[in-house]
Every structure is written in C-alpha cells, then in structure tokens.
C-alpha cells in the first residue's frame, strides 16, 4: 500500500492528480487532453476463460480437439470489431457466415460489476457478467461447455483508452509486484501484465466461477448471469480433512492428529518439559512452548492447589498457519485448482497495537508470553497488590470417573480471599527458558507470536461437528484470542492487497503505527465535491489563486444509524455542561460535545476529565481482577472477571482520549457512497475527506474505504462507486 497499513493509508498521489485534473476539465482547464477524457472515456470489457491456474492467453480454454484456442474463450474487448461480429467481410460475418444460421452476432457483454471489498468486515472479491446469447442455435452449446463450468478460472477485464487519462500518469502502488510473482500467475504474460496493472484507465479481476443463471427472452435470445469470486473467497471453503495416505488409502486422517504428531515428535526429542522450541530463529513466531504453567512455589503456598493439572502445550499462530498451509491449503496447489495459494501470517505484516496493561484472561488457551523482553503480559498482577475488598469464589471441580464409566460429581471448592490479602507477582512458566523475544517487542505487539493452547483450544474447536472448512477453523480462533484478549485483536482472512491468489491472517484492528497513521492523516486525499475553491485546499489555493474546480462525483448518499448501545448519546448531549453517568461510547460522545478539552468548563473538557478518571478506574480493577485470579486461576468465576475486565480497560486504554481515539481508531455508525467516473487504484483502507460534510464531522473524522465497485453498463459507461466508513481524527 502507499504510505500506512493495509487497513488505513494513503490515495496513491498520481491517482489524486488525476482526480483533481478530472475535476478541472471544463471549468478551469478546456485543453485537448480535457476534450479526450470527457468524450473518451467508453469503457471496453472483455472476460477470458482458462484450462488451469495459470491465467495465460496461450492457456484460454480449447476446443474440443484441443488443439487450438476456442473463439469462445474469450468474449469482448477488441473480438467485437471484427469476424463474426461484423455484418460482412470478405471472409466472415455474421450474414454470410454458414455457421450462423439466424444471422445473428455471437455472445456478447451487457452489463459488468466487479466488487473489491475489505474482508475483514465481511465483504468479497466478486464479479457479476450479463452475456446475452443472440443466437442460441449456433452459440449456446459451445457456450456452455466453455464458461458455465464452476471452479473454471476467468478474467475479467475493464479498460478505458489511454488518451482519457488527462495526466497521463500511472499508479505508484504496483511498484512491489516482481515480474517473478506475475509469471507464477500469468505465465509468459506476465510481462504485459505487469505494464498494465498500475494504468489508472485499466482494472482486472481473477477469479473462479461459481455459478450461473439464464434467462430466455420472447426473440430466442437468452441472457446469461455468471458469478466469479475472488480465489482466495473459495479456498477458504477447504475441507479441514486431509487426503488419506496413498500408501493407506482407506485411512482418514484429521488436522489435529498430524499436528499433535508432528508436536510429539518434538516433545520426545526435546527429552522433557518446559522448554520452548524454535526450529528457525529468524521466525520467532514459528515456536512451541510445553511446561508447567504455573511455579510449583506458587501452589505450595495455596491451598488444594497440588491438584492444579497445569502441564501445557502451546503453539504459535504463525507455527498453525503453516502447518494449515502444508497441511490443507496445499491441495488446491496440488490440483492446480489456484496457483501458489497460501495464507501468510508472520511478523512482517501481522502487527497489533501495544497496551501496557494487556493479559490473557485465560492462559491455559491462550498464553501472551513475555519471552526474552521486557514487557509483563506474563505476569499476574504487574506489581505485588494488596486487596481492600473480600473475595469469596466458587471453582467448579470436574467430575470424577468412576469404575463402571458413570460420573460423580464434586461439590465445589469454596475460596475466601479477605480484605488486605498481599498478592505478589507471579510470572507464568517460569522454569522454561525463553528463546524467542514475545509477544511484545520493541514498542509493537506481534499476533503471530500469540501462543494457542493445543488441548485446550486447538482440539476442542477440530471435535466440534459444525467445524468443516478452514474459513469454520480460523473464525473459531479469532474468536478465542478475542474474548481472552479484551477484544484488543481482531483476525480476519483478508485478500491479499497485492497477491490476490493469497490469503492474510491479519489483525483488522491494527492500522499502523502512530506516525504512519499521522502521516496518513495530514495527508488524507479531499475529494473533489461541488464546485468550491479548491476544495478549501490552501496549498493549491496559493499555487494556483483563483482556479475553480468542479466536482469528481456524480452521485452521493450520507447515511447514519445510531448503535443500540449509544442509544443514551442524544441524551448526554442534552444535558449541557454535565456529564452523564452512563456509559456510552466515548468518542462518539466526544465528537459532537461543544467546547475545548483545555477548558473543564465546557462539555468537551469535562468529557476529557471524565475519560481519565475512567481509565484509571478500569486500570486499577483490572489490576484487582489480575490478583484474584492469581489466587484461583482455574475458577470460571476469576476468569470472567479478569476478562470483563480486560474489556473495561480496552475502552479506556490511556488517559488521553485523543490518544486513545487513535489508538483504537473505532468505526463510527457513519456511511457515504460516492460515484465517479470509472477509474483504477482505490483500495479499501484508504483514507480520504468528504469535503460536502459539516464542519463537525470534517474537523474530527476522516473516511476509510470499505469497498470499490466497479460497474460498466451497455453503453460503455464506466462508474467506480466508494463505500467509505467514518474514522476518527481528534484535533484538540
């Protein structure tokens, strides 16, 4: 991406160019280059199948000898200027050409959308194509044995010619993609591919069929809807077993057994517990860790504590994805259904923001290990706490196992921890001697590293019935970090921004560090709305004084539904200086208080004063809830506490409410669609201003695309239509 994280950066600068020079055509600027965009821009689309991953036009779909490409397999683009589709020609042409006997063009393309949207939140890589077939007698048959074949691997490609580009400029944003990465998806067209990726008049998508519908009309001619997703989309849908041994074909073997095997092995070679075991050093988050969860010292000073079954066995998130990657993900590679699928989850990409006071509110699940650095997501409490309240918990026992395989249930144990109990700090696994540097590193937090319980987590998950596909197993786990973590990460498989046939295992709450998100800020692209002096732009205003700008967009829709659990919002703001007691979401009541934070007097400051006294409230709970735990770590009721109360602190993680509104960056219940001319290189997360908004929203928000439509419709017009979502962007 430009500069930021994938979930929130920057329009690329040649692509803001273009827009503005868009929006000058006509009004400031009436140059020839002007005259080319606004009455060149007719789109042409053209959809290709193929035999195979390799999206290649030596590798279009055959005939049905084989030994030749078919004209089928490739409907639109510059094949409707000539043969067939001409009335006449001294060869061809659909009136004198024997094979079509109603005399009549072959397929062609009516409507096409093609949709780029932020998986994280729900939303695919899908293409939608209308065909209308005009003469079935002589077109419908090879049609079919072409295009509609599920699984069957197609492009989909949408260009404007270059003279509609007013800039003549090109995307800066493809300047990764190796020529060697294009070959493994293109083949020998690699080259001619990479040359057209970053054209601002050229959008593609590949994708695998997934399904169809027809329609017969009144004149014989049928209309064709073909649905294409993303590769990426359809891999997840991967069984979670894996291929029998040829050796053994009437075996069935699951993922949890080949990797708690493949652990096994390990554990018998390492000749004992705690160790932690990292294969390469330069992947710290490729790394297993087996030992005694909590210091025998510890439980010699608690009571009943002897009976703690706390011998645990961890492996890394980056260490599962790859063993799914080899263990699953691999078939489709084998198949040659997607070429060089993968699902990457590491360190390079995979990042989380640091909170000082984070923990696992569970680690016999989910362990955040302190490794070699300094940081305290080990250690229960941070520092030694004496309690000023009594504590009386409930810890179920599990049943016993009797003789004849019937259960007898245990009464539970009923602790009593009394008002100024001194807890001191305890650091989990501390006889196994750190190799990798942990969760916390250097100021950034890494979720690959996060440790997931093999037999508490990893197993449970893989014996439920309803977990069938690899999309069942990694929301399963997505869920388990969250609710142990206090919702401080959220992972999500997303497409790959740039490698579309690959897959990341991402934090969607991460979105870069304080100065690439400050940068991206500054820097946020305003979009040309309505005619306005530059859009208020004062750099533009002193380059260029007096020039008038148009608008970009044609087409714009502002929508806003209040949450349930803000629904106490409009009665805060009513109450004038005072500061309700209810908890309701911070920033939002933040945005629309009046006043200053420098001022304690007016609603805003005392917002701000009212956000630092609740911050320190929910650190010190939590530091409560991390004692207690201690002293009954494998009591739900501790458990839950310490849980509720790692969620408490994660909406008020600093005392600075600008800080944390950054830090957090949360979706605000806000929405705007915006259509334009048909361009490419907008990306979800990247981050703009709506200048035809209030001065409210435009003073403490900023916009992040959630999601790209590209629509083309029977005459060739072209339209590119932005979801956008509200972001916060708190001045003081």
Known sequence: MAQGDIFYSSVDQNLQDELRARAQAGFSDRETKDLDYMLGKVANVEIRAYDGPIASKSNLAKTLLGDAIDPMASIGGKNVRAGSYMPSTPKSGYLVDSARPGYKIPPVITTTEIQFGDAAMALTWKASINVTITDPTADLENFERIWLRPGRKCSVIIEYPDSAVITKKRLTEFTSYTTGKLKDRYGEDAGDIKDKLNKLNHVRFDGLLTSFTFTYNLDGSIECTMLMTGATNVYTDLTMIIKPDPKNPNTTTTFYSAINEKVNRIKNRQGGTDFEYVPDPARPDRSIIWGQLYDPGYKTKKQNRNTIQDIHTYVSLGW?????????????????????????????????????????????????????????????????????????????????????????????????????????????????????????????????????????????????????????????????????????????????????????????????????????????????????????????????????????????????????????????????????????????????????????????????????????????????????????????????????????????????????????????????????????????????????????????????????????????????????????????
């Open 320 to 732: 599962l994805i790859d063993e799914l990657n080899t263990n699953i993900v691999d078939k489709l590679n084998e198949n040659k259904v997607v070429n060089q699928a993968r699902v990457i989850c590491d360190e390079t990409v995979c990042r989380s923001q640091v909170y000082s006071e984070i923990t696992s509110a569970d680690p016999r699940k989910i362990l955040l290990w302190e490794g070699t650095s300094d940081s305290t997501v080990t250690t229960y409490p941070i520092n030694p706490t004496t309690l000023t309240e009594t504590f009386t918990i409930e810890t179920d026992s599990p049943p016993l196992i009797m003789p004849d395989g019937s259960e007898e249930p245990i009464d539970p144990v009923v602790d009593s921890i009394e008002i100024d109990t001194f807890v001191d700090s305890w650091k989990l696994l501390m006889d196994v001697d750190p190799k990798t540097p942990g969760f916390h590193e250097n100021n950034q937090a890494y979720p690959s590293r996060i440790y997931i319980g093999l037999e508490t987590v990893i197993k449970p998950i893989l014996d439920d019935p309803n977990i069938k596909t690899v999309n069942d197993f990694l929301k399963s786990i997505t869920g388990v970090i969250s609710k142990y973590t206090g919702n401080s990460m959220r992972m999500a498989l997303i497409t790959h921004p740039i490698e579309s046939d690959k897959l990341l295992y991402y934090n969607s709450k991460y979105y870069g560090s304080d100065v690439e998100v400050s940068g991206v800020n500054a820097a946020a692209f305003v979009i040309p709305m309505f005619a306005r002096d530059n859009l208020n732009d004062m750099n533009l205003r002193n380059q260029q004084p007096g020039k008038h700008v148009g608008s970009v967009v044609y087409e714009a829709k502002i929508s806003s539904k209040l949450p349930e659990d803000l629904s106490s919002l409009s009665y805060t703001l009513n109450l004038g200086p005072e500061i309700s007691e209810h908890d309701i979401g911070p920033f939002m009541s933040f945005m629309y208080a009046e006043g200053t934070l420098g001022d304690p007097t007016t609603q805003k400051g005392k917002l701000a004063l009212e956000y630092k006294r609740k911050h320190k409230k929910y650190k010190d709970e939590l530091a409560t809830s991390k004692a207690v735990f201690m002293n009954n770590p494998t009591s739900t009721e501790t458990i839950e506490r310490l849980r509720i109360s790692l969620l408490k602190y994660m909406q008020f993680p600093t005392d600075d409410i600008t800080k944390s509104n950054k830090l957090l960056a949360p979706f605000y219940p806000f929405d705007v669609e915006l259509t334009l001319d048909g361009i490419n290189g907008f990306r979800w997360g990247d981050v703009m201003i709506v200048p035809a908004l209030p001065n409210r929203f435009r003073k403490h928000s900023i916009f992040s695309i959630l999601n790209v439509t590209h629509t083309v419709d029977a005459q060739g017009q072209w339209s590119t239509k932005l979801k956008l979502i509200m972001r916060p962007d708190i001045q003081p």
